[in-house]
């Protein structure tokens, strides 16, 4: 069963990472921008921009950690015949390919929300 888990997640561990960061940052962007920007200052950057930063960094470390793993599946998992170790194989290529390009939309979608901050 453990197995199982660590392929799925492998295969959509970066889909999910991406999908939880834009939908924490565009709920928390636009919470803040409709309530005003929060007053609470910590060496001149406000509140929502560590709590951003946070929720950056957290979720692009799972993605991260599944492309690491995902790679690490697709070189451990050896080319024998057999229907398993095929789909294996594929699964975990596929999930490394789309976990770097999820891994990349979160770095680049996270951009315009820290240059835009101040202004909502």
């Not at 960094?57 to 799972?62: D, P, S, Y």
């Not at 050896?78 to 979160?106: C, H, K, M, Y």
Request: hydrophobic share 55%; glycine share 10%.
């Amino acid at each position: 069963m453990e197995k199982h888990l660590g392929i799925w997640f492998c295969l959509l561990g970066g889909a999910i990472a991406w999908t939880l960061h834009l939908l924490i940052c565009y709920g928390l962007s636009e919470a803040f921008c409709i309530m005003g920007p929060p007053s609470i200052y910590f060496l001149g950057v406000n509140l929502l921009a560590y709590v951003l930063g946070l929720v950056t960094l957290v979720l692009l470390g799972m993605a991260l950690a599944a492309v690491v793993l995902s790679r690490r599946q697709a070189l451990s998992r050896p080319a024998a015949a057999g229907e398993q170790s095929d789909s294996w194989a594929f699964t975990a290529r596929a999930g490394f390919l789309a976990n770097v390009v999820f891994s990349i939309s979160i770095m680049a979608q996270s951009l315009p929300i820290f240059t835009l901050l101040g202004r909502c």
